[in-house]
């Protein structure tokens, strides 16, 4: 007979309304957290403030993603163009100054490059694909997409206690509080 052995993952707390969700959001903020995050079934507008979250790093990937697509044309076209095989055209010189023709394939590099630094990018700092989630075995988080707002606080987190994290939840109007526990 085999046994799996669970360890805690944290506590999920639902709360009533979207503005309820974000004036909590604000005190887990102010009590210190770290690793937790909120689960609403539509955008709400300022959480990503009320949750101290930071300016994602993601556009400087893709601007420079971007640069290096440019750059990655410039290369291909003068050295197919002018160092390799020179074509001149209507008496045309082949040499440095004949960039404007370089311009669709940088452009088209620049867009393509930017494109596959956004998806690969993105997945990357989402930490995806991860095929499971321990929230996922949650008896209500199942009501994430539907109508329920809910407060997920990590046992990772530094500040985690099993019994004062409780505690604080229900404080700060958090119902139907659940231990969510992951398979070892």
């Given at each position: 007979m085999s046994t799996t052995r669970k360890r805690v993952y944290g506590y999920l707390a639902e709360f009533g309304s979207a503005s309820a969700l974000y004036k909590a959001a604000e005190k887990v903020r102010d009590a210190g957290f770290r690793k937790w995050d909120c689960h609403t079934p539509y955008p709400v507008h300022g959480l990503d403030a009320a949750m101290g979250m930071k300016r994602s790093i993601l556009p400087w990937f893709v601007f420079f993603g971007g640069m290096l697509g440019t750059a990655t044309g410039f290369g291909l076209a003068y050295i197919t163009q002018v160092e390799i095989y020179p074509t001149v055209v209507q008496a045309k010189?082949?040499?440095?100054?004949?960039?404007?023709?370089?311009?669709?394939?940088?452009?088209?590099?620049?867009?393509?490059?930017?494109?596959?630094?956004?998806?690969?990018?993105?997945?990357?700092?989402?930490?995806?694909?991860?095929?499971?989630?321990?929230?996922?075995?949650?008896?209500?988080?199942?009501?994430?997409?539907?109508?329920?707002?809910?407060?997920?606080?990590?046992?990772?987190?530094?500040?985690?206690?099993?019994?004062?994290?409780?505690?604080?939840?229900?404080?700060?109007?958090?119902?139907?509080?659940?231990?969510?526990?992951?398979?070892?």
């Open positions: 010189p082949a040499n440095i100054f004949t960039v404007p023709a370089f311009f669709p394939i940088m452009f088209e590099l620049t867009i393509l490059f930017s494109g596959f630094t956004t998806l690969f990018g993105l997945l990357a700092l989402m930490k995806l694909p991860r095929l499971n989630h321990p929230l996922f075995a949650s008896r209500q988080f199942h009501r994430a997409t539907d109508d329920a707002f809910f407060i997920a606080v990590e046992a990772r987190d530094p500040k985690f206690h099993p019994d004062k994290t409780r505690s604080f939840l229900e404080e700060i109007g958090g119902k139907s509080i659940e231990l969510v526990e992951e398979e070892d």
